[in-house]
Nanobody, 124 residues
Framework: QVQLVESGGGLVQAGGSLRLSCAAS????????MGWFRQAPGKEREFIAT????????YYGDSVKGRFTISRDNAKNTVYLQMNSLKPEDTAVYYC?????????????????WGQGTQVTVSS
């Protein structure tokens, strides 16, 4: 069992930055790759980024490539999403998720555990 709690969301102006955190608990967390997804009202859940267990492999969705960075600190059981050059279209609820796999996935249906989400709002 893995519990995930996101934090760091908020309101920011276009062009600004935010860093989201996802704190994980559970004795087997070190066996999980992690991902970030987002969902805006009326839209499907969108893949943002994923990171492998070791942190050595990352993969990003096209809409955030070059602007967002995923990282993890296994000693702190925490995954981060650094978001730069934010745009109004980045406004959504952001979720972290865990998948029991050495490498992550861009498909949300494969993830085993989800956090409750944190709201990010980017004003123009």
């Amino acid at each position: 069992q893995v519990q995930l709690v996101e934090s760091g969301g908020g309101l920011v102006q276009a062009g600004g930055s935010l860093r989201l955190s996802c704190a994980a608990s559970g004795r087997t967390w070190s066996k999980y790759s992690m991902g970030w997804f987002r969902q805006a009202p009326g839209k499907e859940r969108e893949f943002i980024a994923t990171i492998s267990i070791s942190g050595g492999s990352t993969y990003y969705g096209d809409s955030v490539k070059g602007r967002f960075t995923i990282s993890r600190d296994n000693a702190k059981n925490t995954v981060y999403l650094q978001m730069n050059s934010l745009k109004p279209e980045d406004t959504a609820v952001y979720y972290c998720a865990a998948i029991l796999s050495p490498d992550g996935s861009s498909w949300h249906g494969e993830y085993d555990y989800w956090g409750q989400g944190t709201q990010v709002t980017v004003s123009s």
